[in-house]
């Protein structure tokens, strides 16, 4: 059974950092591109950051150059590393695979920036 245990959030103030932490069990995460996820107060669920199976990462605008994808293999967790935190960064963080169905998603890690 898969499974993913995220980690890490918390109530941070504007311009703070946090490291979230995505543990996965079931599966091997670097066979598969995963991707964080968040969702905002009243906001669909999107992607914010991506690895893949080989290791490159991407981001979506909001979040590029403030924000870090990585993965260690042989603790089989991925990892956001978040600077520079603004409101708007206020959402539950998931992480997932990234285009396929891949077990439930996980309860998620609260991030909450503000002064």
């Known amino acids: 059974q898969v499974q993913y245990v995220e980690s890490g959030g918390g109530l941070v103030q504007p311009g703070g950092s946090l490291t979230l932490s995505c543990a996965a069990s079931g599966m091997t995460l670097s066979n598969h591109n995963m991707g964080w996820y968040r969702q905002g107060p009243g906001k669909q669920r999107e992607l914010v950051a991506t690895?893949?199976?080989?290791?490159?990462?991407g981001y979506t605008d909001s979040v590029k150059g403030r924000f870090t994808i990585s993965r260690d293999n042989a603790k089989n967790t991925v990892y956001l590393q978040m600077n520079s935190l603004k409101p708007e960064d206020t959402a539950a963080y998931y992480c997932y695979t990234v285009g396929t169905y891949l077990g439930s998603w996980g309860q998620g890690t609260q991030v909450t920036v503000s002064s």
């Open positions: 690895i893949t199976s080989g290791g490159k990462a």
